[in-house]
């Protein structure tokens, strides 16, 4: 599944051609921009390793947001073909890992709204060459070799990569993955042999940099990485010798290049995409570039479009034999945001499933993994209901806050008997060291659950009676936030053991004391 999704993405890549990139122009700092730092990284003959699931289909990096997994790779010449020329030490690796995290900084900080969680992973990883020796036409021989060494075999370098960020992705639980290849230059001029000193690959697997950025030294370091990062994502560049069009078109969203100097686009925003240091200082990116890192809110509610995504949920329902109460099975899936090129994508998990009985309070349904942490959750629940018929519906919700259409479904219930009555007088208050509930139910009833979380983890059962006083140290959790808590959840064990309802309990929160010093004046 993966290879056909791959080779779709770079054949639609490919159907936007990057333009040859040359030095920056005379308008801009004397300092040049990387030169053709747009690369397209080729299909590679097989990803057999990539067979998915059919549940997760996204692509190493398609839009920058959520959490990132970053490896940066040092590679360290060994001197086993080549003279090992450049050697990596402690002092200049606190250097290196500094820029990155300030480039990495700087892309959460410009962008707040993409709930950016970087997760660097850095690996000094030996070499039988000398990487700074080397040009773009021969990057293969050395980013194999240390490929190789990492465990990745596979003949075909991109194919080792893709396999690579893969792995880390799912290996750190990250939603996108990538890889920073930083080749130690200190001894040596910071350019690679055909003069380039940093570029990166049109949405992954990684880019190339070289640890003295060229001309911008170690000091501007965090400027180069923070503008080829970029391209890992989507966004093209801006200048006028990189030739991109106003109407090329690039990223998850497919958006134009519309503030590209090349033919005067009728923009003329400061962005990392057109010059490095100012616009890194000044935190300056413009609005099409941040679109094609797939940062827009179309309907301006604050939460950008990749990220406003819907769940869809649907269900079976099992009614069991009288006597016994229905069972009802639930699917929800996150459904992305579409993308004009790439396979659709969503990084929103789902965050629960509820339903509610008769218009009440909606109520969690825990799923069947035990966690909500996936786009597609399943889910069960034996609907807590006694004899009679009911109108029942469900929902799911994702981490955006979103929820999916109501699902109704009309259910009979046979063979229980009557539903008893439940009543707690709300709200429940502190006294002393104890939590205090007031409940009412049949003489009946065996037990009481009461919990600080809705899926009811770590639940205290105890026996039922009209006045629960629950210890503050017997919750910890209760102990150590009763300043914070505001709700407790509470259901009921009937005399045959079946669970009502949950019901929510307000906590009354004492009103703090205030001691008011009055200082004694003697005459």
């Known amino acids: 599944?993966?290879?056909?999704?791959?080779?779709?993405?770079?054949?639609?890549?490919?159907?936007?051609?990057?333009?040859?990139?040359?030095?920056?122009?005379?308008?801009?700092?004397?300092?040049?921009?990387?030169?053709?730092?747009?690369?397209?990284?080729?299909?590679?003959?097989?990803?057999?390793?990539?067979?998915?699931?059919?549940?997760?289909?996204?692509?190493?990096?398609?839009?920058?947001?959520?959490?990132?997994?970053?490896?940066?790779?040092?590679?360290?010449?060994?001197?086993?073909?080549?003279?090992?020329?450049?050697?990596?030490?402690?002092?200049?690796?606190?250097?290196?890992?500094?820029?990155?995290?300030?480039?990495?900084?700087?892309?959460?900080?410009?962008?707040?709204?993409?709930?950016?969680?970087f997760d660097v992973v850095v690996q000094v990883v030996p070499t039988r060459y000398e990487p700074i020796r080397y040009g773009l036409a021969q990057e293969g021989l050395w980013i194999s070799d240390v490929l190789r060494t990492l465990g990745y075999?596979?003949?075909?370098?991109?194919?080792?990569?893709?396999?690579?960020?893969?792995?880390?992705?799912?290996?750190?639980?990250?939603?996108?993955?990538?890889?920073?290849?930083?080749?130690?230059?200190?001894?040596?001029?910071?350019?690679?042999?055909?003069?380039?000193?940093?570029?990166?690959?049109?949405?992954?697997?990684?880019?190339?940099?070289?640890?003295?950025?060229?001309?911008?030294?170690?000091q501007w370091l965090r400027a180069v990485i923070a503008h080829e990062f970029a391209h890992l994502f989507g966004a093209l560049d801006q200048y006028s010798a990189a030739g991109v069009r106003c109407d090329q078109h690039s990223g998850y969203l497919f958006t134009p290049t519309t503030n590209s100097m090349f033919n005067d686009c009728g923009t003329n925003e400061p962005s990392i995409m057109r010059e490095l240091?100012?616009?890194?200082?000044?935190?300056?990116?413009?609005?099409?570039?941040?679109?094609?890192?797939g940062y827009r809110d179309s309907d301006g509610d604050g939460i950008i479009d990749v990220l406003d995504t819907?769940?869809?949920?649907?269900?079976?329902?099992?009614?069991?034999?009288?006597?016994?109460?229905?069972?009802?099975?639930?699917?929800?899936?996150?459904?992305?945001?579409?993308?004009?090129?790439?396979?659709?994508?969503?990084?929103?998990p789902i965050t629960a499933i509820e339903y509610r009985v008769d218009q009440s309070d909606w109520q969690f349904v825990e799923p069947v993994d035990g966690t909500y942490n996936s786009v597609r959750e399943l889910a069960q629940i034996e609907l807590p209901l006694y004899d009679g018929e009911y109108v029942v519906e469900f929902r799911a919700l994702n981490l955006a806050g979103n929820a999916s259409a109501i699902i109704t479904q009309t259910v009979t219930v046979s063979g229980l008997g009557p539903a008893p009555e439940y009543r707690l007088s709300t709200p429940a208050y502190l006294n002393g060291q104890h939590l205090i509930i007031h409940a009412q139910a049949p003489a009946a009833t065996k037990a009481v659950e009461i919990s600080t979380r809705r899926d009811f983890a770590n639940a205290m059962r105890l026996p039922y009676a009209s006045e629960i006083a629950l210890p503050l140290d017997s919750v910890p959790s209760l102990t150590a936030n009763t300043d914070l808590l505001t709700t407790m959840y509470v259901r009921f064990i009937d005399g045959a053991g079946w669970p009502s309802l949950a019901y929510a309990v307000p906590i009354e929160t004492p009103p703090a004391q205030h001691h008011v010093l009055i200082p004694l004046v003697s005459r």
């Open 153 to 218: 075999t596979s003949n075909n370098y991109f194919e080792q990569a893709f396999q690579a960020v893969f792995d880390l992705r799912d290996q750190r639980g990250a939603d996108w993955a990538t890889m920073i290849f930083i080749v130690n230059s200190a001894r040596d001029d910071g350019y690679f042999a055909d003069g380039r000193f940093a570029y990166a690959y049109l949405h992954g697997p990684f880019s190339v940099v070289t640890s003295d950025g060229g001309p911008y030294t170690t």
């Open 1 to 117: 599944m993966r290879t056909k999704l791959l080779l779709s993405l770079l054949l639609c890549l490919v159907l936007a051609p990057i333009v040859t990139l040359q030095a920056a122009p005379s308008t801009e700092p004397n300092l040049p921009l990387p030169a053709d730092d747009v690369l397209l990284a080729p299909a590679p003959a097989s990803l057999a390793f990539a067979v998915d699931d059919e549940q997760d289909l996204r692509l190493p990096s398609q839009y920058l947001a959520g959490r990132v997994a970053v490896r940066i790779v040092l590679p360290e010449s060994t001197g086993a073909l080549d003279r090992s020329s450049e050697d990596w030490t402690e002092t200049q690796i606190e250097q290196v890992m500094a820029e990155v995290r300030a480039a990495l900084d700087w892309w959460r900080e410009r962008l707040p709204a993409a709930r950016l969680e």
């Open 277 to 293: 240091i100012n616009s890194f200082v000044n935190g300056a990116i413009d609005a099409s570039a941040r679109a094609q890192l």
């Open 310 to 348: 819907m769940p869809s949920l649907t269900l079976t329902t099992v009614q069991q034999e009288p006597g016994q109460r229905p069972l009802v099975e639930l699917v929800a899936r996150d459904v992305p945001y579409p993308s004009p090129v790439q396979p659709d994508a969503t990084i929103n």
